[in-house]
């Protein structure tokens, strides 16, 4: 297959700094769409994967998967898109699409494993997919996303995971004007919860660690914080809310937020991937039917489906936008939690 060499940002090794590198593109195929990335989103999962934290990273790696770019050229079999179309390109670029979760349009739980943007196999060319810090990208059409008119594009970016991440348990469990809903922790994850759930209708409140992050959380969309390390406020919010949902990224006790729930409550696990530091009480559980559950990002017709809904509500994500060439040191800061509330690379710098 005919390949174009691209200009990126990568690296060949967990202990080296990403730089610039040259990657390969396919010629497009019949089904695909190549785009030219403007904005990249910086998401946690990059510098995980750069540094081969979760341990199979395959080298050399470029990460990105929150991208918004201009369409450039479609495939003879394209219909929905094209050339001057303002797209957007997720954490997917392929999965099996005929088993059960891909006909229910749930192609991230797809039982053959879906293909990443980045890090995932790549049946066209060998070797490992390669994601949005960078140039250009070619996708099959089915996973490009179309960008409403009039949103900040930049702002768009972290929709396509952070955004994506927190809509698909707000849609899954109904959130909606009558609920009672709770973020825990504050974060790129968490803003935009609140953004949402905002945007729902829901009664929102912020569950925080630091009493500053109050003026935050209510300029966001918050009616108001509970500190959770004050025992006296956790008592008393104890049955009060009908879904919580947790993107605090490391280990943590989630039985103080169980407490939280009101009877047949639900409280959803999106920022954290392991072993719990604490045993899950299950009595309140069982006497009270509520619900301890996990969601992964989303499957594309939710996630147009997001996009729409932040076209309508002119919802976007609070972001810092960067040149390419100060990804290292997004990367340093975002380990301090140095960001309000997620790093967009401006992509026009790489050229």
Not at 36 to 42: A, F, K, N, S, W
Not at 211 to 224: F, N, V
Not at 272 to 279: H, N, P
Request: charged letters at 20%.
């Amino acid at each position: 297959m005919n390949t174009t060499t691209v200009a990126a940002f990568g690296t060949h090794a967990p202990d080296l700094a990403l730089e610039n590198i040259q990657i390969p593109r396919r010629e497009v195929q019949a089904d695909d769409i190549a785009i030219e990335i403007l904005y990249c989103g910086v998401c946690h999962s990059d510098l995980h994967f750069a540094k081969n934290d979760w341990g199979f990273t395959t080298y050399p790696v470029v990460s990105g998967h929150e991208i918004v770019g201009k369409v450039t050229a479609v495939g003879n079999a394209v219909t929905k898109y094209h050339v001057g179309d303002t797209v957007a390109v997720g954490c997917l670029v392929d999965s099996c699409r005929s088993y059960s979760s891909c006909a229910q349009d749930l192609e991230q739980y797809c039982l053959n494993g879906f293909t990443g943007t980045y890090g995932g196999v790549d049946k066209f060319l060998g070797g490992t997919t390669h994601g949005g810090y960078s140039q250009s990208i070619v996708v099959d059409q089915h996973f490009v996303l179309r960008v409403p008119n009039g949103l900040d594009l930049a702002g768009v970016a972290p929709l396509l995971c952070a955004g994506i991440t927190t809509w698909s348990p707000l849609r899954h469990w109904n959130v909606g004007p009558n609920s009672k809903v709770a973020v825990v922790g504050l974060g790129g994850l968490g803003h935009m919860a609140i953004k949402l759930a905002k945007g729902l209708g829901a009664d929102v409140t912020l569950f925080s660690r630091s009493a500053d992050k109050e003026a935050d959380a209510k300029q966001l969309g918050a009616d108001r914080i509970i500190i959770s390390t004050d025992p006296e406020a956790m008592a008393a919010a104890a049955g009060t809310f009908d879904f919580i949902l947790d993107t605090v990224p490391y280990a943590h006790d989630l039985n103080p937020y169980v407490q939280a729930l009101a009877v047949s409550g639900s409280l959803v696990v999106v920022g954290y991937l392991g072993a719990l530091e604490d045993q899950l009480n299950t009595m309140p559980m069982v006497f009270s039917r509520k619900t301890v559950a996990g969601s992964l990002i989303g499957g594309i017709a939710e996630t147009q489906e997001l996009l729409d809904f932040c076209g309508e509500h002119n919802i976007v994500s609070d972001v810092e936008v960067i040149k390419m060439q100060e990804i290292n040191q997004a990367y340093e800061r975002m380990l301090k939690s140095d960001v309000r509330y997620r790093f967009v690379i401006d992509m026009a710098s790489l050229k």
